[in-house]
């Protein structure tokens, strides 16, 4: 029986609980998900949470610009009040949702979480309009960041992209499309092989997700894990492989795979993980800046780094990235692709991708290996979804709910 006391969590208290904790510096994806685990939250209650969470934090630029008008210091306010001004602002128009269907919510809430503020909320939310905003705000993305990307990349136009709702990517293994079928579950193929998009949920409470025949990824993430083309039964060294997601599915077309992180943690999840989806792959925790003893004909490095590509997925990280940023990387991803140089046997192949659309962590990172490099060539590939930049490597436009990446793909000689 339930247990009387506590009223129920709604969507909107939901998503300002799950906001207040990024904002002290939490993820996004994982805060959101077990929150939505343990609530009793259903159906489109589960779906208004999810928007509102996403939206928002997507937005938060361009909802404090338009908030601006109607508040003296907003960076006075406690810090759930001014949470829920902006939750509420993106629903009204975002969302669209009319006045009567949503503010007085977003007032209860308010009285709830910051007393004294209830008439404030009433009258902002009530008043809040579109504001003209400049790009880089419309868009919410950091000016020097946007700049960049206007100045390298020839222009803005895919900014906007990371704003909507991320769909669900997962990488099928052997059985999945059966498993979904039979569970009712619909989806469509993914850009690459293996890739599928779901259309049902939640993916942990699947019984494709539960039996191990469906793992959640990215496509433009799958694609460096393909960009090796190891044949069945090669070696592939992985190297900073985390949680071993590349691996896996290297090590399901056959390849012997071992996985290089310096994080045990993350790789003791991944054991879990690929014992959930059958798969084996030998994991080793090492620092890459550092060379290794080892050397196999197909090398992967999925570098570190800002995660620019990403922002669609993980909002937050676009205000968590400083200038410099990306340059700092690139000073950590150099030594990482020199050690996976050497781990390269001559003759063979070697990948190197990191989901970022900066200069200094793609192409800047490439060049410099080449200059410093002579016993290694670019090896030509084609991409199978639309290019941002090309030449050396190429960036991926994060468009139709890719992430933007960068792959390089060299030839020892
Ligand atoms: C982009 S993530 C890898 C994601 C993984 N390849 C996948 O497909 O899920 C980068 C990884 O680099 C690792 N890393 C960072 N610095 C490292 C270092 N100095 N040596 C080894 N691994 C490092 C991090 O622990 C992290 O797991």
Known sequence: MKKP?????????LALRVLLRVAKGKYLEPTLDLALERSELRGPDRGLATQLAYGTLQRLYYLDHSLKPWLRSPERLPEPARWILRLGTFEKLFLRTPD????????ELAKAAAPGQAKLTNAVLRRVRAEKA????????PRFLYEHWGRFFGGTGFARLFNEPPPLWVTAFPGAEEALKNEGVPFEPGPVPGSLKLMGGPL???????SGRIQPQNPASLFAAQLLEAPRGARVLDLAGGAGLKAAWLAAQGAQVTSYDKNPRR??????????LGIAVAFKTADLTRPIAEQAPYVLLDAPCTGTG???HHPELRYRIQPGGPEAMAKLQYPLLETAATATLPGGRLVYAVCSLTEAEGMGVVRRFLAEHSEYELEPFSLPFPALKQGPGAYARPEAGLDGFYYARFRRR
């Open 5 to 13: 006391g506590k009223p129920r969590e709604g969507p909107r208290a």
């Open 100 to 107: 009567y269907a949503t503010v007085s919510q977003w007032v």
């Open 134 to 141: 400049p790009p880089w705000i419309e868009d919410s993305i």
């Open 204 to 210: 942990r409470a699947l019984s494709a997700y539960r």
């Open 267 to 276: 790789q003791e999840a991944g054991k879990k993980n690929l014992k959930r």
């Open 310 to 312: 990403t922002l669609r």
